[in-house]
Every structure is written in structure tokens, then in C-alpha cells.
């Protein structure tokens, strides 16, 4: 039986190689999922956070329920915004 050539980094430098290749592969992953399904959650050091009252969109001006949009603080006020990307012609399909 071949004896550790390093008893102290006995792991192969491949294996420590890829697994920097994986959980770098993973953070991709991570950040493209949260960009096309507008989850931004644990995607950076800002959480976004949910809103608790209704109100309107300030980027499109569309109404958000409770709870579907999130907080931005801008200018010392907070402002409710969707989540992601406005959705297209938000203003009209507010009213269906
Ligand atoms: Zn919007």
C-alpha cells in the first residue's frame, strides 16, 4: 500500500481543483437562476426584502399586493418594486 506522499494535504491536488471548479460552476448556476427567475434571494449580500403593505411599482408604476414585490430604500423612503423585472405592460394588466 503506497504510503501519503503529504500526510498533511494527503488530498490529491485534483480533487481539491475540481472541487473549485464545481462550487464555482455551482455559483453560476446560482446567480443565472436567480437572474432569469427574478429569485434574488441568497444571490448577494443584499436580500431583498418583501413587501408588507401594497403599493405601486416605482419603476413602472404598476400596483403590487403584500407580499409579491419588494423594498428598495431610496432617497431615506421605501419603495416598493417587482421583484425582478417589471413585467411587460404592467399598467394594463393591473386591472384584470
Ligand atoms: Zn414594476
Known amino acids: 500500500m503506497p504510503k501519503p506522499w503529504n500526510t498533511r494535504g494527503w488530498e490529491p491536488d485534483w480533487r481539491k481543483r475540481r472541487a473549485q471548479e464545481q462550487a464555482a460552476m455551482a455559483e453560476i448556476e446560482r446567480q443565472e437562476r436567480a437572474r432569469r427567475y427574478g429569485n434574488p434571494w441568497r444571490s448577494g449580500p443584499r436580500t431583498p426584502k418583501a413587501n408588507k403593505y401594497p403599493g405601486d411599482c416605482h419603476k413602472c408604476g404598476a400596483r403590487i399586493e403584500a407580499g409579491a414585490g419588494i ?9 416598493v418594486a417587482h421583484r425582478g423585472e417589471c413585467p411587460e405592460n404592467s399598467g394594463k394588466i393591473n386591472s384584470k
Open 71 to 79: 423594498i428598495t430604500k431610496i432617497d431615506d423612503q421605501w419603495r
